[in-house]
């Protein structure tokens, strides 16, 4: 299994431009989220998905949309880049077999580390 | 509000010496889950442990070990003898039912600096 992956890992980003953040899962997870990382901030959750056709919003939505056509991928969509969205993001899964996908150890992907200038 | 505090920023010891992460952690509800994560200088996150809140005995795997104090509202983090591999940033994360968007909430985290 590759469990989870990110594409790309590192992306350079003028304000204003638009990207897609790919993220995919192959352990039939139903849960999978993103995060953002800034220094001493530790994660933040952008938004989240508990299966395909179902997405919300978490602590930190506005900028970013998301999608969940399949079970195993949820890419994220930056709209408009702003210096503000530079950032690590990390995109997670998890299974539900405690009741909340939340309380299950959540399987993280590498990271996309991106700048916008 | 469910809040995670590590109030060490960052600690450094020399090999071998024996080091405690903090995390308090607050929450009004009675069933929750408190996990730790390392973060290693490469970037991924990996997940350490799990407990949840009916379960205050302490967890051992090695030289890492774990004390869930729930009168003190902490979820401390031991690793004894430590190693320059245990270099790596910490989180502690509570996930909290009361919390509709399934997050969990994290700390700061705290960055171990391991030295030979």
């Known amino acids: 299994n590759a469990g989870v992956t990110q594409t790309p890992k590192f992306q350079v980003l003028k304000t204003g431009q638009s990207m897609t953040l790919q993220c995919a899962q192959d352990m039939n997870h139903e849960y999978m989220s993103w995060y953002r990382q800034d220094p001493g901030m530790g994660l933040r959750l952008i938004h989240y998905s508990v299966g395909a056709g179902i997405t919300d919003q978490g602590e930190v939505p506005n900028g970013y949309n998301v999608s969940r056509s399949t079970t195993e991928d949820f890419p994220l969509r930056l709209l408009s880049a702003a210096p503000s969205q530079t950032s690590v993001y990390f995109c997670?899964?998890?299974?539900?077999?405690?009741?909340?996908?939340?309380?299950?150890?959540?399987?993280f992907g590498p990271g996309t580390r991106l700048t916008v200038l | 509000a469910q809040k995670v505090t590590q109030a060490q920023t960052e600690i450094s010891v020399v090999e071998k010496e024996d080091v405690t992460l903090d995390c308090v952690y607050e929450?009004?509800?009675?069933?929750?889950?408190l996990f730790w994560y390392k973060q290693p200088p490469s970037g991924e996150l990996v997940f350490l442990i799990r407990r949840n809140s009916f379960d205050e005995q302490n967890e051992i795997s090695g030289r890492y070990s774990w004390n869930f104090q729930k009168s003190t509202s902490s979820f401390n983090f031991t690793i004894t003898a430590s190693q320059v591999v245990d270099s790596a940033v910490y989180f502690c994360a509570l996930s909290d039912p009361m919390d509709s968007n399934y997050q969990l909430i994290w700390g700061a985290g705290t960055k171990l600096i391991i030295k030979p």
């Open positions: 929450t009004r509800d009675t069933t929750y889950y």
């Open positions: 997670a899964s998890s299974n539900g077999t405690s009741g909340s996908p939340s309380y299950n150890e959540q399987f």
